[in-house]
């Protein structure tokens, strides 16, 4: 900890790792030089001839030459390396103390030790936290690990090589990743080649469901986890999705305990908390689990105070999707308190209007909603499906086509090929 306080501060949580290794270099160098001294026959030799005259020679050079640095000079220098570390320690010593989150009982941690032996794990948010635990801890040696994000890089064919994952079966060296869409089919045929043999678990992670919408394959596990079926349909009670959002809040309610969770230095706790809930709420969402995501939802107005205009509109189309339509303009009228005007608030207004069956209404909602947000893809796409239910079919082409451009992920591209046949 010293080392890292002196030397690696600026590194992040990076700098633990040369710390660790310098570390045991120094320790490897102490054991060896102790045992070298004390193993039979071993006798200390004086220096040779050579090194002693060269070592002569060096000092009368810097005798004659130097006599100011021979006296003065390397001790003030000296004196003042030493005097630096402990320095450096009392000022970086709280920067770079992470004992907190590395050695804790942690979330993360419990997530890792409930993951099904030998299985096939996709960290997200956790990537780094899991690494640190296998590479340095050891912590579940049995489990193969490829990172989400490695699926969402420019050349990810260099990455998924047999040499890196011997024990899976990977997909052949013939397939593209030009586009997001072709990456996606690699995931899918990576993930039924090995769900015969090792059970596939992803973390909560609303990019990689966004970029690659597979949430009809991933079904609620346990924690954090989701796990991959090829059929898409549950083999469980259907009770597995409460399950998983009751235990990844009992895992928060025995963190938030901790005093040290409360400090600055835990800030990444909060930031992995505020990615997988809404996470949580997103992937029950696709799923249909309606009464789990508002569930969730109500972890992010309450816990996380993301009361954003965007979420309002997340939990009036939930209760308008559950059937629920009176409590949908109840938390429409509770929306406009704060938000009203917005394009969010106006998209939400269209929703209440069409499962009113007030279809005029609606459209001018929408419409207000598309002059509000026109970068969001979302308003044009519910403005077209109206326009093709009067036979516009047209305009309402023209309007999906503009969707497809503003779409950011296959999630929202896929959305929008639903509701739309473009052909």
């Known amino acids: 900890m010293a080392s890292n306080a002196s030397f690696f501060s600026g590194w992040g949580r990076e700098s633990f790792f040369p710390t660790y290794i310098a570390a045991c270099l ?11 001294r004390h193993a039979p026959g071993h006798e200390k030799k004086p220096d040779s001839a050579a090194r002693e005259d060269f070592s002569s020679r060096v000092r009368s050079k810097l005798e ?6 021979r006296k003065t000079g390397i001790p003030l220098v000296m004196a003042a390396l030493v005097l630096t570390i402990p320095v450096l320690v009392y000022r970086n010593y709280s920067a770079v103390d992470r004992s907190g989150q590395y050695f804790a009982e942690t979330l993360l941690k419990r997530e890792f030790l409930s993951l099904d032996n030998h299985a096939l794990f996709i960290p997200g948010m956790s990537w780094f936290n899991f690494h640190y635990h296998n590479d340095v801890m050891r912590l579940r040696d049995d489990v193969v690990a490829m990172n989400a994000w490695d699926f969402m890089a420019d050349h990810p064919a260099g990455i998924f ?16 990743f030009s586009s997001r869409e072709e990456t996606f089919a690699y995931i ?14 992803i973390e909560q992670n609303i990019m990689f ?77 696709d799923r249909g689990m309606y009464a789990e995501e508002r569930e969730a939802l109500e972890l992010q107005f309450n816990f996380l105070g993301q ?24 938390k429409w009228r509770e929306m406009a308190e704060g938000f009203s005007g917005s394009s969010p608030f106006h998209l939400a207004e269209g929703l209440i209007a069409r499962a009113e069956g007030r279809p005029d209404a609606a ?33 309402a082409v023209a309007l999906a086509r503009r969707a497809l451009g503003q779409a950011k992920s296959l999630r929202e591209v896929y959305f929008i090929r639903k509701n739309i046949d473009l052909h």
Request: aromatic share 12%.
């Open 363 to 395: 459209l001018h909602s929408f419409e207000k909603a598309m002059a509000g947000a026109p970068e969001n893809y979302r308003p044009a796409i519910e403005t077209a499906v109206l326009l093709l239910e009067r036979g516009d079919r047209k305009q």
């Open 161 to 176: 090589t047999r040499r890196r994952y011997p024990s899976l079966s990977l997909p052949g060296p013939d397939h593209n």
């Open 307 to 330: 009361n954003s205009p965007e979420n309002y509109l997340k939990w009036v189309e939930n209760l308008i999707l559950d059937g629920r339509l009176d409590e949908a303009k109840a």
């Open 209 to 285: 469901f966004d970029q690659y919408p597979m949430a009809d394959r991933f079904l609620p596990h346990r924690n954090l986890l989701v796990k991959y079926e090829k059929s898409g349909v549950p083999r469980e009670d259907g009770q597995s999705g409460s399950r998983g959002l009751a235990e990844f809040k009992s895992f928060l309610e025995a963190d938030i305990s901790q005093p040290e969770i409360q400090q600055k230095k835990n800030i990444d706790w909060i930031n992995k908390v505020a990615y997988f809930i809404p996470s949580f709420a997103e992937h029950y969402r």
């Open 26 to 36: 120094l320790t490897t160098l102490f054991l060896y030089r102790l045992l070298r």
């Open 188 to 201: 899918q045929e990576l993930f039924d080649r090995n769900a015969s043999t090792r059970p596939i678990l």
């Open 64 to 69: 004659e030459s130097l006599p100011f640095l």
